[in-house]
């Protein structure tokens, strides 16, 4: 291979070990709970939602990284050439790295928290971080047992999402209790297809995910399920009155929904070609969170 080639490739490794689009999953819990708290009050605190955005991204470098350095431990990624371990070769440099994020991250949340004069974010938060590291750290490991899509929706809807509009208004709303569990579903959908192209090695290191458990035909049926019910439940909360009207938006994100059930139902057995799912289930969760956050904004005028 020549040395331009050589480079490209190796730059496409760590823009795979990197994960940028991921970082979506940060972004959507902090603007649906700042949405719904914008809809309410029509005050928005700019400080707040941008420091809370910034350590959301921070939390999630963490997330992804120490990752890299837990699956390395217990041996799954050893043909995974876009680790951030095995392209470093540097256990303890991803570590101190991952953990130096963390610290940044939770210490915007602890500026939150003393412009508030208020521990109730930083208790969510930190709640949701332990919760993270038992998904993937010794001596949990509850992604081996198939439990990381409850702890995904969990963390990710009702627990970020609360924590968010909690930051501007310092108290609670069922209207934003029922919004996160719409993008709780819509992040575990990402976790969900995230395991479809690993079956083998996740059977060979004694990880149960949920697809291990139920196989590759009977998970690309679940898959349909949980789409249909983020479009299912949207509407069922706008009849319920606790979504405006301006969120059946989410319904254009249709189009992204059908393309990952399909592509995944044709797919799931096929571990090179279904390995994409995950990118197509983030931009999903992407432009249904948007659309819905939107609808909330658009309501507030
Ligand atoms: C790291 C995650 C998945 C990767 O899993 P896996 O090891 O199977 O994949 P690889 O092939 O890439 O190695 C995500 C796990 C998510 C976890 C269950 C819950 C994390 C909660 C967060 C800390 C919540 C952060 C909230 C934020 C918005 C403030
Ligand atoms: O690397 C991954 O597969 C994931 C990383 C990540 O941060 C995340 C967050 C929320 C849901 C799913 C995922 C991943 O699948």
Redesign the pocket.
């Given at each position: 291979m020549t040395t331009s080639l050589v480079e490209q490739s190796n730059s496409k490794l760590w823009l795979a070990a990197i994960?940028p689009p991921?970082?979506t999953?940060?972004i959507i819990p902090i603007w649906v709970g700042t949405a719904v708290a914008y809809a309410e009050t029509r005050n928005i605190n700019g400080a707040i939602f941008s420091t809370f955005l910034m350590s959301a991204i921070l939390i999630?470098a963490w997330?992804?990284c120490s990752?890299d350095v837990f699956d390395a431990e217990t041996g799954i990624d050893k043909n995974k050439a876009h680790s951030l371990v095995n392209l470093t070769g540097n256990k303890p440099l991803i570590f101190a790295l991952s953990n130096l994020f963390l610290a940044v991250g939770i210490l915007g949340i602890v500026a939150i928290a003393w412009w508030q004069r208020d521990l109730t974010v930083i208790g969510l938060i930190f709640l949701c971080c332990a919760l993270g590291y038992t998904y993937q750290g010794p001596p949990f490991r509850f992604g081996y047992q198939g439990l990381?899509e409850i702890i995904?929706f969990v963390t990710?809807g009702p627990m970020a999402v609360a924590a968010a509009y909690y930051s501007q208004t310092q108290s609670w709303s069922i209207n934003c209790f029922a919004a996160s569990i719409v993008v709780g579903i819509a992040?575990?959908i990402?976790?969900f297809?995230?395991h479809f192209h690993q079956v083998e090695d996740d059977i060979a290191a004694g990880k149960r995910s949920p697809i291990v458990r139920l196989g590759t035909k009977r998970g690309s049926q679940v898959l349909w399920v949980f789409s249909v019910s983020v479009y299912a439940l949207t509407g069922l909360f706008v009849l319920l009155g606790h979504f405006p009207i301006w969120t059946l938006f989410v319904f254009a994100s249709l189009p992204v929904a059908l393309k990952l059930c399909w592509h995944v139902h044709q797919h799931h057995d096929q571990p090179e070609k279904v390995s994409n799912s995950?990118f197509i289930?983030?931009g999903m969760?992407f432009w249904s969170g948007l659309l819905l956050s939107l609808g909330f904004v658009l309501t507030s005028g």
């Open positions: 994960k991921m970082y999953v940060a999630i997330l992804n990752n990381g995904c990710f992040t575990s990402i976790l297809c995230s995950k289930a983030v969760h």
